[in-house]
């Protein structure tokens, strides 16, 4: 028996991932929704109605890769991934100098080395399909320097290089691998002074979910790899 499709998105709990999981349940796609707090994610299914039974709620700490193939192996017995999309993320807003080494381990880990995790778990079911989409949630920082982000700025930068060798790499597979580099995002992420005086023109987690869901649509020859988002009165 074919296994139903399914959609992963991490970092669920809120933010841009929170507003992906809502917008891809309720365009009908099966979401299986990660999160360090999956209290959170059950929230979501308040928003969608008769569409909450699209979204399935997942307790998953992507910085453990054991974790990740122990939740990847229960999963697989009734879905089939056919999109992973890489949102979960981490940043300290402080100097390089300022940073400790615990928070630079623990935004790497999640950042970037989780993201590389999830990668390399569903990588074989998609080759064996000939067929998948991986996405990742990057940020204008890629092409941009901002201070107060070193650490952030190095996962996010070190994950479009691997995305980069790594579509190349799997073309021959029908796999699509598409970057999103989102601008200032009215998020959880910024600190509270920050968002009291810029969120009236930054994005909304909504409008770049809406985007995302509109380039995973794309089923042709055409695929859109690399997409930047900026409000309209530029970064911050």
Not at 215 to 235: A, F, M, W
Request: with cysteine; charged share 20%; aromatic share 8%.
């Amino acid at each position: 028996m074919e296994h139903k499709k399914a959609v992963w998105i991490t970092g669920t709990s809120s933010g841009i991932g929170r507003a992906l999981a809502i917008e891809f349940a309720k365009n009908g796609e099966t979401v299986i929704a990660t999160s360090r707090n999956k209290s959170l994610i059950q929230n979501i299914k308040t928003d969608l109605g008769s569409k909450s039974k699209n979204v399935i709620p997942y307790e998953l700490d992507i910085r453990d890769y054991n974790s990740i193939w122990s939740f990847f192996s229960e999963v697989s017995k009734s879905f089939s991934i056919n999109c992973l999309i890489n949102n979960a993320g981490l940043s300290s807003f402080k100097p390089s100098y300022e940073d400790s080494v615990e928070e630079i381990k623990n935004i790497i880990e999640v950042n970037l080395l989780g993201a590389i995790y999830c990668i390399k778990t569903v990588l074989p079911s998609m080759f064996s399909r000939n067929d998948g989409t991986i996405i990742n949630i990057l940020s204008v920082v890629t092409q941009k320097l901002f201070t107060n982000s070193s650490t952030y700025s190095a996962s996010k930068n070190g994950l479009m290089a691997y995305s980069k060798v790594l579509r190349e790499e799997v073309r021959n597979k029908n796999i699509r691998v598409l970057n999103v580099y989102p601008g200032a995002t009215k998020t959880s992420i910024w600190p509270n002074h920050i968002l009291e005086k810029y969120s009236h023109r930054m994005m909304t987690p909504e409008e770049i979910a809406k985007v995302v869901f509109q380039i995973y649509s794309q089923k042709s020859n055409v695929v859109t790899e690399e997409i930047l988002l900026r409000p309209i009165q530029g970064d911050l």
